[in-house]
């Protein structure tokens, strides 16, 4: 049997990293195998892609260049990692997929959502999550959370930029079936709850 693809979205300071975990440990209670894995990155290639895309550099990046340099990690990530990891039986928690090029390089930079369909369907057209939980919290609270952090180049943009990144990805929750909305504002145990609630969902 086909593994189970779970992806984690939301922006920054929403609590990814500590839900990845736990969605790991749930599964796994259930009897499965799990590989966990995260994008930009999953392989040597993409992760040093990762590195390009996140270091800042003199020259400014064009959106189109960050959009195709996710698109080139996330192909080299699909092909050798996720689908035979899928295919042996095992289940993925990815951290960020798809969603997040459509609501950073989307919602964010302002690239068209068809050129981003198009590369997705590109690279990975046969592989999408089965289940998509995103976690969501307002800009200022994810500020807040995040102030004392060392930011990358991409968590270096203002507010503005995440709250159109937000908006991407509140839009993309209302269009996916696939997609569970976690309001991350509430405790950890409330957020694991819900996780859990999610994740009950995909055996039925
Ligand atoms: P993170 O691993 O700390 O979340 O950092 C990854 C950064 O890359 C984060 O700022 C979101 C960004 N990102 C995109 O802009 N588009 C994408 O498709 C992905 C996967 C990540």
Same mark, same amino acid.
């Given at each position: 049997?086909?593994?189970?693809? +779970?992806?984690?979205?939301?922006? @920054?300071?929403?609590?990814?990293?500590?839900?990845?975990?736990?969605?790991?440990?749930?599964?796994?209670?259930?009897?499965? +195998?799990?590989?966990?894995?995260?994008?930009?990155?999953?392989?040597?290639?993409?992760?040093?892609?990762?590195?390009?895309?996140?270091?800042?550099?003199?020259?400014?990046?064009?959106?189109?260049?960050?959009?195709?340099?996710?698109?080139?990690?996330?192909?080299?990530?699909?092909?050798?990692?996720?689908?035979?990891?899928?295919?042996?039986?095992?289940?993925?928690?990815?951290?960020?997929?798809?969603?997040?090029?459509?609501?950073?390089?989307?919602?964010?930079?302002? +690239?068209?959502?068809?050129?981003?369909?198009?590369?997705?369907?590109?690279?990975?057209? @046969?592989?999408?999550?089965?289940?998509?939980?995103?976690?969501?919290?307002?800009?200022? @609270?994810?500020?807040?959370?995040?102030?004392?952090?060392?930011?990358?180049?991409?968590?270096?943009?203002?507010?503005?930029?995440?709250?159109?990144?937000?908006?991407?990805?509140?839009?993309?929750?209302?269009?996916?079936?696939? +997609?569970?909305?976690?309001?991350?504002?509430?405790?950890?145990? @409330?957020?694991?709850?819900?996780?859990?609630?999610?994740?009950?969902?995909?055996?039925?």
């Amino acid at each position: 049997m086909r593994g189970r693809f +779970i992806t984690v979205e939301g922006i @920054e300071g929403v609590g990814k990293s500590t839900i990845v975990p736990f969605v790991q440990q749930k599964l796994e209670a259930e009897g499965r +195998i799990v590989h966990v894995t995260r994008e930009p990155g999953g392989t040597k290639l993409a992760e040093a892609v990762r590195d390009l895309l996140l270091s800042d550099w003199a020259e400014t990046i064009l959106p189109q260049t960050e959009l195709l340099l996710m698109f080139a990690s996330r192909a080299q990530h699909v092909s050798t990692v996720i689908e035979p990891t899928l295919q042996a039986g095992t289940d993925v928690v990815c951290e960020r997929f798809t969603d997040a090029s459509m609501a950073y390089q989307g919602g964010g930079r302002g +690239i068209e959502d068809s050129f981003i369909e198009s590369l997705a369907q590109l690279t990975h057209g @046969e592989t999408s999550p089965d289940l998509t939980l995103y976690l969501d919290l307002d800009v200022e @609270e994810s500020s807040f959370r995040t102030q004392n952090r060392r930011k990358d180049r991409i968590e270096q943009e203002d507010l503005d930029f995440f709250q159109r990144v937000r908006n991407a990805y509140r839009k993309l929750a209302s269009k996916h079936q696939r +997609i569970v909305t976690i309001d991350a504002s509430r405790s950890l145990q @409330e957020v694991e709850s819900s996780v859990a609630t999610a994740l009950a969902g995909l055996n039925k």
